[in-house]
């Protein structure tokens, strides 16, 4: 279901709202988030949302796989106040260009929202604003 969500994200126009970063410089380490694709919570402390990332140089995930940049959903546990991938497509290359040449589905292991070594690190920022609602 996760990847079905995602799949939607790249034939949906979003008005990406950048957290951090600039997303017209491929150098630059940036955040979006696409406030339009915030799903109706199933539970009230619980948010999600489309997320695109572009790292200032080439990156490693935690599965091993390359990346430039990503794109992915989000869920937020607004209790325990952190976030998870739960689905996510990589680029070799900056700012979302080419195909993806990975497509992961991390519903049944969700992995942690971190955005380690980014100097503005938004994840605070990031789940609070998703949270403030709940």
Known sequence: MAIGLLG???HAQSAWFT???????????????????AAAPAEPA????NLRVNRSAPRTNWDG?????????VVFDCQARRASYVAARFYIEPLWQGEPHHVADYSDAPKPMLFRDMKQN??????????RSS
């Open 8 to 10: 939607s994200m790249a």
């Open 122 to 131: 938004p994840t605070a920022r990031i789940v609070r604003a998703a949270c």
């Open 65 to 73: 796989v390359p990346y430039r940049s990503y794109e992915s959903r």
């Open 46 to 49: 619980r948010q999600a949302m």
């Open 19 to 37: 957290v951090v970063g600039d997303p017209q410089d491929k150098a630059a380490d940036t955040v979006q988030v696409d406030p339009s694709g």
